[in-house]
């Protein structure tokens, strides 16, 4: 019984170049979220997707960022030309429902801008 | 806005008793939910307090009070490996689980 898995678990970017950060959910959940963890730092929301749809995507930035949960396939966070301040762990969680009290995170992608 | 308060630090030495406050203000809000970090780690579920009152799982216990939008995870008999960075989360109103900043627990011999 599989958990959340995120991959790659390091990434490493060139400034300009873009990132694709893909999260394959809990089976059987259809709800996910991404976090963006910063060093010595909390979880910062950044987007609630459920399959085909996004519900919320408040703590996203506006540009270069975008997300989707296709009906078949993992989840990707994609960033598009990456800065330096982009550097983060990036984490992915999974819920059943939308009303979730445990939430299920992966191992998470540690995305180096270089 | 959202926000959620927790102290940054926390030494405690092992076997004894630690309690970690979180303060918490949120625009709806349905419960609060506590999270330990190994570093490097994925966050890992602790608990979950929908009501007020106390919530005990083996070692670990965790209080709500909504009236005070407050809450503290209470971690007894420490062991090493607790040493940990702890955050509390609050669900919101919005389906969305807000984390708090974190509290980083340092269990010395």
């Known amino acids: 019984n599989a958990g959340v898995m995120q991959n790659p678990r390091h990434l490493v970017r060139r400034r300009g170049q873009e990132a694709r950060l893909r999260c394959s959910p809990v089976?059987?959940?259809?709800?996910v979220y991404w976090y963006r963890q910063l060093p010595e730092e909390g979880l910062k929301f950044m987007v609630y997707?459920?399959?085909?749809?996004?519900?919320?995507e408040s703590g996203m930035p506006k540009e270069r960022f975008s997300a989707e949960f296709p009906k078949e396939g993992p989840s990707i966070l994609r960033i598009q030309q990456v800065v330096r301040g982009d550097s983060a762990a990036y984490f992915c969680?999974?819920?059943?429902?939308?009303?979730?009290?445990?939430?299920?995170f992966g191992q998470g992608t540690r995305l180096t801008v270089v | 806005g959202q926000s959620l308060e927790q102290p940054s630090e926390v030494t405690a030495v092992e076997g004894a008793i630690v309690q970690i406050n979180c303060t918490y203000q949120?625009?709806?809000?349905?419960?609060l939910s506590w999270y330990q970090q190994h570093d490097g780690g994925a966050p890992t579920f602790l608990s979950y307090?929908?009501?007020?009152g106390l919530e005990e799982t083996g070692r670990f216990s965790s209080f709500l009070s909504r009236s005070d939008s407050y809450g503290y995870l209470l971690l007894q008999e420490l062991q090493m490996k607790d040493s940990a960075s702890y955050f509390c989360?609050?669900?919101?109103?919005?389906?969305?689980?807000?984390f708090g900043t974190g509290t980083r627990l340092t269990v010395i011999p």
């Open positions: 969680a999974s819920s059943p429902d939308s009303r979730y009290t445990e939430a299920f």
């Open positions: 089976k059987g959940h259809s709800h």
């Open positions: 997707l459920q399959k085909e749809n996004i519900i919320d």
């Open positions: 949120t625009s709806g809000f349905y419960g």
């Open positions: 307090n929908a009501l007020d």
């Open positions: 989360a609050a669900l919101t109103g919005a389906n969305n689980l807000f």
